[in-house]
């Protein structure tokens, strides 16, 4: 427990009544937390447990304290209960902590107790960097089950891309801004024009004229490159706006390459975001306190709906069916063996696989089912405090890294988030930095993140020691200062089975609709026959108009890029 | 939350955010339900389906518009999200005079708030069910004196008779500074068509 000051422990609690559940869900990461108010909308009943004392499992904002100790301690294995049920075969649950390879920096005594004075001022994502577009699929999701109610937004200010030699440039997010831009010559920018105005008319349901659907199934680098547009614009389009990991135009690193007919639904999805809600200048949205809001959001909404809630209580094993193997239901750190139909788990827990077991054929299958694991690479993540921005002026901000941008042996991209003060995230006068890429291994991670920290930020001096690639810096601005940084490696991991699900581990997004996808996929497995969130009834849900956007807006300072 | 102020004619008309906490069965939805409708059930089921009410009072010169958070029955085992109460502007913390626990739960909520919430918010602690009086377990007394070290005001309340309900809230509203810079920084909420009143739109900043 990472608490001890504490005064509520699972041991003060009485015992969880009723003891039968549809579902129970354990661990209220994004995933669960949406797939416990879906069900709970759909009137099952659900218990959300979770081992932590704060919501939000790997989507948590953190006090700067409460951070450092969930990435430094190992976890708390849970102590062993007695008692229970015979007509079971308990299985013991391992955590494993979602956090390795964890690395702590402070700049400076001073800044030390600067932090520590303040660190309940802080609310530090774990799952940075994320951000929100207005027309993506959580905006969507949190309106249809009128978890918005719960929250609230500001838009990020400006998005930028970091371009070798000349840092950083903005995202033009009209046409206006691109026809504006002089390092684009005539002939450039007539190759965009035509461009813009097929993808519109693609778009466009009452115009004939349509990409081909040849075009539509090459790389959307190979499309682009067909168009003529300039590699400036090029990189843009996919790496800051499409938001794709791996370098495009090499073939035997990537391993996202786009279609075209997926990079034109970013396009669209960019389009519709921006000016999407009026107060938000760009794309993008962030939540006041921070990204642990949105799970905190759905389990006030699964609430609502009935959904009991018990934060601080370790579930230390599974119950199974001693004939049959199928799963039964769970034991608590408290001793109290609870059942339901199914159940949802947080990635971090595995069962150990159990040779001994060779008695029980059907049990030992299922439970090496269970201990199956798909690790699909890694995030390497580093948050970096400042005293000052990375740009004068601006102080919410998103900033990409393209391949090849830091040097030549970069093969994914970067995406970087500036947060500060007025997102009531940090005390005033200081800005919260993120950063994320997919690696292979630890080490090509954090080398990546510390390159692309160092082009903008002043690093503490230890960590600068290592030899890291050099990336030529603009003398005459003066960097900011990181006061303190912090890196950590995520792995990605599948797993799923009968009535054993496992949400997907966070994902090197900046958005979260490959997760929720995978979400209402799951929900859709467990429960085929049901909506995932049906339209609101009771009078206190907001109405579910689905227009999708409002009047386009013409002005352009937030114009919307595809208009002809 | 957003704190709008509209100053033509005199008349002020001020947005808070209130929470209410206490034990399960304390009174929590009671007292909200006596003061924004003006009922009592005898049986009243543990919350679930409503998420948050609003009532409007006239104090003095302004309108204060509470929007009264229910806590969804996360309280029960103590897993409350901070997002219930970290932008409030004002609270209730409910005991049951009949039940000692509920009154030790009370100052463990209090604690809660003191540690994690807002620095200005208002708090009241409201002795519930005092037309129990025969089944007493808390005395007056022995609250009040908690309150007044814990810079709290105190009241003992009964939903059922309606006694001291509307003079609780009444007396947060006098409390609450009216010209407060907004405690928190003020987002937009999100809308999906044109948005009615002024709270979606015009309190972003």
Known sequence: MTEPQDPFSFSSYPPIDPINFDLIVIGTALSESVIAAAASAVGKTVLHLDPNSFYGSHFASLSLHDLTSYLTSPHHPPRAASGGDSDYFGVDLVHQHPCSDVEIAFCDDESESFLRENSRKFNIDLGGPRALFSADKAINLLMKSGASQYMEFKGIDESFVYEANEGLANVPDSRGAIFRDKKLSLKEKNQLMRFFKLVLKHLDDTQEEKISEEDLEIPFVSFLEKMKLPPKIKSILLYAIAMVDYDQDNNEVCKDLLKTKDGIDCLAQYSSSVGRFPNAPGALLYPIYGEGELPQAFCRRAAVKGCIYVLRMPVISLLMEKVTGLYKGVRLASGQDLYSNQLILDPSFTVPSLPSLSRRDVLTERLQMLSQRDIKGMVARGICITKSSIKPDVSNCSVVYPPRSLYPEQVTSIKALQIGSNLAVCPAGTFILYFSTLCNDADEGKKLLKAAMNALLTLPVSENSESIPSVQSDSADIKPIVIWNAFYIQKLITSKFEFISSTPTPDGNLNYNDLLDATEKLFGQMYPNEEFFPKATSPEDPKDEDEDEDEDDDGEDSGITLES | ?205
């Open chain 2, 1 to 205: 939350m957003a704190t709008i102020g509209h100053n033509n004619l005199n008349a002020k008309l001020c947005y808070f955010h209130q929470v209410l906490l206490g034990d399960m069965g304390a009174g929590k939805s009671s007292l909200v339900l006596r003061f924004v409708k003006g009922q009592f059930l005898e049986f009243q089921e543990s919350t679930i389906g409503a998420a948050f009410f609003s009532q409007t009072l006239a104090v003095n010169d302004a309108t204060v518009k509470f929007e009264i958070w229910d806590t969804a029955g996360q309280e029960r085992y103590h897993s409350l999200a901070p997002m219930y109460y970290r932008g409030a502007a004002a609270a209730i913390i409910v005991y049951d005079i009949t039940s000692s626990d509920s009154f030790t739960r009370a100052k463990k909520w209090v604690q809660e708030l003191q540690k994690q919430g807002n620095p200005n918010m208002v708090m009241a602690l409201a002795g519930n069910k005092a037309d129990l009086e025969d089944k007493r377990k808390v005395t007056a007394e022995e609250a009040r004196v908690y309150a007044e070290e814990n810079g709290l005001f105190f009241m003992e309340t009964s939903a059922k008779s309606a006694t001291n309900v509307n003079d609780v809230f009444y007396e947060i509203a006098k409390r609450l500074p009216r010209a407060q810079p907004a405690q928190n920084p003020a987002g937009m909420v999100l809308v999906d068509r044109p948005a009615e009143g002024t709270r979606a739109a015009s309190c972003c900043s």
